[in-house]
């Protein structure tokens, strides 16, 4: 039932986003996806990945079929369009084959599977094509918030952004001293962040095959929360980010070309009118977010796991403050976002309990408050640095600190083993 209930909420949220894109003259994220049934997909590798996640469903020999299938019907594709001289000029030349196949799992789940095994085979494609769909969700959401929202606060950002000496300007130069090796890595680990997440989901579902059935609480079903909740606080408090607001590539609608070399003055803050097109996608950061639910779910999973979890958050960090895509206390609210929804995921899946209510509540009460500190108190925060910095950065690890604590007290308790008492000798 709840699995029925969420697919058919999904399915409105992007029939209703899929009306609101065509209201302001972009393809929705069904037409995008249904598009990549033949033409070059935006990203070959999400799909695979998404297949990935569809295939911790079947056994080994299914596996080896589906990868098989997906590689020919792609190279198929390339073949025909060498031959109809179609050249690829945007996506991927890769990436159907991977559509094909969940999409023909969907068809032999429905045809040729009764039961619980019919229910797990849709509930794996759904998860893969989930993915692939938040992605054409967030793609539609950035668009019409360039759309719906004429003015941005950027300034407001930028001098609360002064309580914590302009990371993002400190980081900029830093990153454009390494050259562009540093810069391409760091490229890549922004672009390719759910390809991270489908690795670390892998891992914890790789019991899903022989057990018939998935756990309780993985990190995808967080990674598409936060991708839900998070374009809709975009609407509400819209920023377009240090590069923009302050650099280049905000061209005539930038204050001025000051991001990374000179930090921002500091000087009354208001809205400022933005162009139609850069999308308003820096409050919070969500790649911190993912980032960051990334992170907490490797530290369960093996050292290289681990490793990994903890070189992509700090990549990501690097990234998103270096290429002047997020101010600082985007970073600081993006963290409490995540944590706050992880845990919210975690008690719906354990069962809600007053240790849960409780984290819950204080990680969206530190939130609200921190969007209304950056809105009405930025001139306070940059007037007094070394007061309002050190109070950012406890409001975040409080948060960080609760979530810790509460989490550790859910973990189960092994009970230590009753000990025999010795037993006189019998004379």
Known sequence: MLWTVAGVVTLGFLVALEIAARHYGIPGPITTQAREVIFPP??????????????????????????????????????????ADIKVTEGHPFGNGALWV???CTVIAVTHRTGRERALLLK?????????????????WLHITSQTRPVVLDQYMATADQALGNPSWLVG???????????????????????????????????????????????????????????????????VGPIFAYGVDGGQWAVANLWPETAPPIGTPHAMPFDEIT??????????????????HSRQGPRILRFAGTFWLIATLGATLGFGYHYGVDIVA?????LTIEAAMRSLARGWDRSGIQLVAYGTTVFAALLVSYRYLPMEM?????????????????VILGYMRT???WEPKVAPGRQLEPQPELV
């Open 102 to 104: 969940m999409l023909g």
């Open 173 to 239: 130069r830093m990153v454009r001293a390494t050259g562009p090796i540093g810069a391409h890595v760091l490229d890549y680990v922004y672009v390719q962040l759910a390809v991270a997440s489908v690795v670390v989901a892998l891992y914890q579902l790789r019991h899903v095959a022989v057990e018939r059935r998935f756990p309780g609480h993985h990190l995808v079903r967080t990674f598409l929360v936060i991708g839900l909740l998070g374009p809709g606080i975009y609407m509400i408090y819209p920023v």
């Open 382 to 398: 940059a007037r007094y640095p070394l007061m309002f910095g050190p109070l950012l950065i406890l409001a975040m690890v409080s």
């Open 334 to 338: 993006g963290v409490v976002f995540a």
């Open 124 to 140: 794996g494609v759904g998860l893969g094509l989930l993915l692939v769909a938040g992605r054409k969700t967030g793609d539609a």
């Open 407 to 409: 989490t550790k007290l």
């Open 42 to 83: 935006k990203s070959g590798f999400l799909l695979y990945a998404g297949m990935a996640l569809m295939m911790v469903v079947l056994t080994r020999r299914q596996r080896f079929i589906a990868v098989g299938t997906a590689i020919g019907i792609d190279l198929i594709f390339v073949v025909v369009r060498w031959a």
């Open 279 to 296: 999308p308003r996608n820096c409050m919070p950061s969500l790649h911190t977010a993912w980032a960051t639910v990334i992170f907490v």
